[in-house]
């Protein structure tokens, strides 16, 4: 295993191209490339688009290996999953990687020769219980074991909010998790021009962003409202809006221009770990309405308004109240920004990198114990570890 004295300076990162898991993988790149962190970052799930591609290209520290293999919350995916395994494990003997990082569960068990780390972004059965209002059904018992069985082999785990460090812990009774909230970069998403527009976005074929909600009532809201995201399933189903103006899958410069000129953002979600799209509409100025969910209140308490995900009467009284007070609407474009302004890539970068040199660290203490017992050193075990 290669080690440094000040931490990874290699990492083998998986990465899919189909939600926040990309933005969050690419925004962490870029603050740890002042670090000399380099950067493997293995993308499953789908191939990426051309502007994720242009994205990879501008980060000096990322090597992009790609493929199709399907992701674990996907129908029918422990082949892939398998297969996807064996593939991280050429990649890892190709790049000699310090530390490994798992932007998803089962790979945590593969014989790595480098210690690996879990960032839980999401899981089915949290999903399932807060968009279903039910537990996972059975045919996700595999699923159930091989995620608890992953979070057993870890080195570290880590959670981009409490609710879902608490999730991990009810579901699969793993206690052992670091929070670490996810960053966004200021220079890229700042206000604009506001207009008198309210704005929502995200997989609206995602029960769990709960926006179909926002069409239902938009008749009755007083401002137009426009929806960017993907409204088809990776399994091929297709969600219909008939309400609001439905803008597509948008590039990311034009993501920007959404939110800059957004005096309002909607996001009605049963279901956000952390929210990265409300992190930007925060850093842009928008007044936030959200759904009043664990996750979002720890986050955003003090700085948005909070509407419950199944009360679609509540939801248009709240947009249609904060229309009608633009004192109050700015008050809450300001508190956002100065939230969003707190979960910035500098404090993201630095957290990751002490918590990367404490899984090495870890990783090399046996190694120091067995070197020292095979070279018949007199130190004690407790002095071999310590």
Known sequence: MQTHSAGPRKILMTVDPIGGVWTYALELARALEPHGVQIALASMGARPTREQ????LARKNVHLFESGYR??????AWGDVDAAGDWLLQIAARVRPDLIHLNGYSHAVLRWNAPALIVAHSCVLSWWEAVKNEEAPPRYGEYRVRVATALAAADAVVAPSAAMRDALSFHYGHADTIVIR??????????????PVVFACGRIWDGAKNLP?????????KWP?????DRRHPAGSTIAVQNVRCLGKLSMPEMRQQFARAAIFVLPARYEPFGLSVLEAGLSGCALVLG????LRETWHGAAIFVSPDDASGLADALNNLIDNP???????????????????????NEYLAIYKSCAAEAR??????????????????????
């Open 71 to 76: 992701l674990e919350w996907m129908d029918d």
């Open 53 to 56: 591609y242009k994205q990879v």
């Open 327 to 349: 004192k109050r609407r700015q008050d809450l474009s300001r508190r956002a920004r100065a939230r969003a302004l707190g979960f910035s890539p500098y404090r993201m970068a």
């Open 292 to 295: 009043d969910i664990s996750s």
């Open 365 to 386: 203490a046996p190694s120091v114990m067995a070197n020292q017992v095979a070279q018949g050193s007199t130190s004690t075990l407790a002095e071999a570890v310590a």
């Open 182 to 195: 996810n960053a966004g970069d200021p220079r890229l998403f700042a206000p604009g021009e506001k207009s």
């Open 213 to 221: 909600l926002v069409d239902r009532i938009a008749q009755q809201i």
């Open 225 to 229: 409202i426009a929806f960017a995201g």
